[in-house]
């Protein structure tokens, strides 16, 4: 079992452990399409202005969200989780940069990566410590720069540049977790978010949408 499983089993509930089987199950085999799966699970990312679909605000939260929608129909996935992971990280990494204006001036240029705004926030009582090391734990498993092709070091083993596709399964579902607790702190400070994530519902496990 790897990390990124050890760590989503002590972390997630039964519903969720298994709902990210389901999901690995459903991304693997290409007779089905997840996306309806994957979608259903999300925020709405997207309104409707002048007959044509934009992306909410704030971007750097929501937009991520429409690229983990789309790429979870990729007949190839388990080649490209790297890239997949990208976007999960991107989410996460969107929620915590709108918390900069609360950091002093002299502790961010506004460009730092997902890992370093961790400590930050935590020591200004803006995230819990149980969130915090969640997140730090997520960022050294999942965010990983030599597993993404932003900062891709090539070697030839390729259990150090690949994940696989039920760590992925399971990290979108850490993800969901995390943010719902940034959604919730966000708004208690005033940040405006249109759309929040939706509840898990019984059915998701029992859903297998075909490629049509």
């Not at 990280?89 to 915590?96: P, T």
């Given at each position: 079992?790897?990390n990124?499983?050890?760590?989503a089993?002590?972390?997630l509930?039964p519903?969720?452990?298994e709902?990210a089987k389901?999901?690995?199950?459903?991304l693997e085999?290409?007779k089905y399409?997840?996306q309806?799966?994957?979608?259903?699970i999300l925020?709405?990312y997207?309104?409707?202005?002048?007959?044509?679909?934009v992306?909410l605000?704030p971007?750097?939260?929501?937009r991520p969200?429409y690229y983990?929608?789309?790429?979870?129909?990729?007949r190839?996935f388990?080649?490209?989780?790297?890239?997949?992971l990208?976007?999960?990280?991107a989410?996460l990494?969107g929620?915590l940069?709108?918390f900069?204006?609360?950091?002093p001036?002299?502790?961010?240029t506004g460009?730092e990566?997902?890992g370093?705004?961790i400590k930050?926030?935590?020591?200004l009582g803006?995230?819990?410590?149980k969130?915090a090391?969640d997140?730090?734990?997520?960022?050294?498993l999942?965010?990983?720069?030599?597993?993404?092709?932003?900062?891709?070091?090539?070697?030839?083993?390729l259990?150090?540049?690949?994940?696989?596709?039920?760590?992925?399964?399971?990290?979108?579902?850490?993800?969901?977790?995390?943010?719902?607790?940034?959604?919730?702190?966000?708004?208690?400070?005033?940040?405006a978010?249109?759309?929040?994530w939706p509840d898990?519902k019984?059915?998701?496990?029992s859903?297998f949408?075909?490629?049509?």
């Amino acid at each position: 079992m790897t990390n990124i499983e050890q760590f989503a089993l002590k972390t997630l509930g039964p519903m969720e452990a298994e709902f990210a089987k389901h999901l690995a199950m459903l991304l693997e085999d290409n007779k089905y399409d997840p996306q309806p799966v994957v979608g259903s699970i999300l925020p709405v990312y997207w309104e409707h202005e002048d007959d044509v679909d934009v992306t909410l605000s704030p971007d750097n939260i929501y937009r991520p969200l429409y690229y983990i929608h789309m790429n979870s129909g990729d007949r190839n996935f388990e080649r490209n989780t790297r890239s997949f992971l990208m976007y999960v990280s991107a989410h996460l990494e969107g929620c915590l940069k709108n918390f900069i204006p609360s950091l002093p001036q002299n502790r961010t240029t506004g460009r730092e990566p997902f890992g370093s705004l961790i400590k930050p926030l935590k020591e200004l009582g803006i995230l819990t410590d149980k969130l915090a090391v969640d997140l730090k734990i997520f960022n050294d498993l999942i965010n990983v720069p030599s597993k993404h092709f932003s900062a891709y070091t090539p070697t030839r083993k390729l259990n150090e540049r690949t994940f696989s596709v039920l760590e992925t399964a399971y990290a979108v579902v850490l993800m969901r977790n995390l943010s719902i607790e940034l959604f919730s702190i966000l708004k208690s400070r005033g940040i405006a978010l249109p759309q929040g994530w939706p509840d898990f519902k019984d059915e998701l496990l029992s859903w297998f949408p075909l490629v049509k």
